[in-house]
């Protein structure tokens, strides 16, 4: 039986090298980064996951997600992007969206 709602098997999420050397982050940060970062690679290329999700993966409470998602943004590691959703039988929802920026490596 999974006590997680999100965590399934064989999931995981990568931190790469990169993620440490040359990038500024607190390991709560790297730990949001890096789940973001895995989900960037995808077909959408975007982290379209919840704030349960973000603290289900990185053991953090909500508000410490939320702490870290703003840092990040402010260190302009990810962007946030809202996307407004329409639908004739239902009511406009927005969803945000993550995209994780790759360090410039020289």
Same mark, same amino acid.
């Given at each position: 039986?999974?006590?997680?709602?999100? *965590?399934?098997?064989?999931?995981?999420? #990568?931190?790469?090298? &990169?993620?440490?050397?040359?990038?500024?982050?607190?390991?709560?940060?790297?730990? *949001?980064?890096?789940?973001?970062?895995?989900?960037?690679?995808?077909?959408? %290329?975007?982290?379209? %996951?919840?704030? %349960?999700?973000?603290?289900? &993966?990185?053991?953090?409470?909500?508000?410490?997600?939320?702490?870290?998602?703003? #840092?990040?943004?402010?260190?302009?590691?990810?962007?946030?992007?809202?996307?407004?959703? #329409?639908?004739?039988?239902?009511?406009?929802?927005?969803?945000?969206?993550?995209? #994780? *920026?790759?360090?410039?490596?020289?």
């Amino acid at each position: 039986m999974n006590k997680f709602k999100y *965590i399934q098997e064989h999931q995981y999420v #990568a931190k790469q090298s &990169w993620m440490f050397l040359h990038m500024d982050m607190t390991k709560n940060e790297r730990d *949001i980064y890096a789940i973001i970062h895995g989900y960037t690679q995808s077909k959408t %290329g975007l982290f379209n %996951g919840s704030i %349960g999700f973000l603290q289900e &993966w990185s053991e953090l409470s909500r508000r410490e997600v939320i702490y870290c998602l703003k #840092a990040l943004v402010e260190k302009k590691y990810i962007e946030k992007k809202k996307c407004i959703t #329409a639908d004739a039988n239902v009511l406009p929802t927005v969803l945000l969206m993550w995209i #994780a *920026i790759l360090p410039e490596i020289s």
